[in-house]
């Protein structure tokens, strides 16, 4: 019998000592890793047991692609296929790369690479930052999940492509389209649109780190 996947975890109580917040909070990487990626706050739970467990925060890192100059960045986007683990994403538009931490990660950095490389090939070189936390308790995913979100710039020629069946229609759109696909059609998942609604203040994060 196959091992069940065990999953990076942080008890509720301690995520709520940073401050109880919906949606995004900007915070310097230094805090995110002592107030949080903290070893000592840490552990790991059956997959099955952390998915219906609100009083734990699966930690999942949330990459975003960016490409193009200040005021004409072009953002990556794609839309979840059926073939994907979660159903309850299924068909939805995203702006976010990223997975589970497992027992099999040796530290955050790693377990970013490892799900990058896993969905996505063209960005084995690029290097992710983080600039914000993700929080949404308005639905029963967000309930169990915190995520951790990054910003990776690209050069203009650099090409990304799908590396997973679950991953559709994978392509840089402006800022501007992908508000249009959001506020039209109201199919993007929750952790996307929350971060839509921010993207310049957590852009402008990425790039002050960056000088």
């Known amino acids: 019998m196959k091992k069940e996947e065990a999953v990076l975890v942080v008890k509720r109580e301690e995520f709520e000592r940073i401050g ?3 949606g995004i909070k900007i915070i310097s990487e230094d805090k995110i890793h002592e107030e949080l990626l903290n070893n000592k706050k840490l552990s790991y739970l059956p997959r099955s047991e952390a998915e219906n467990n609100p009083n ?30 979660e159903g309850r994403l299924h068909g939805k538009l995203s702006i976010g790369i990223g997975g589970h931490m497992n ?13 990058r490389n896993e969905e996505v090939r063209g960005a084995e070189k690029s290097k992710a930052q ?18 951790v979100v990054l910003i990776t710039f690209l050069d203009d020629d650099d090409k990304i492509e799908s590396n997973e069946d679950s991953i559709a229609n994978i392509a840089f759109h402006s800022i501007e389209m992908l508000k249009m696909l959001k506020n039209s059609k109201n199919e993007m998942e929750t952790w996307s649109s929350l971060c839509l609604e921010n993207i310049d203040e957590l852009i402008e994060e990425a790039r002050e780190n960056k000088e």
Request: no cysteine.
């Open 20 to 22: 109880i917040f919906h």
């Open 56 to 85: 734990f925060k699966q930690i999942i890192p949330y990459v975003i692609f960016v490409k193009g100059q200040r005021g004409k960045e072009m953002i990556l986007g794609y839309q979840r296929s059926k073939k994907g683990g």
């Open 103 to 115: 027992d099999g990660d040796e530290n955050f950095v790693m377990a970013v690479e490892r799900e």
């Open 130 to 147: 983080i600039v914000a936390l993700l929080n949404d308790d308005s639905n029963e995913v967000g309930q169990v999940h915190l995520g």
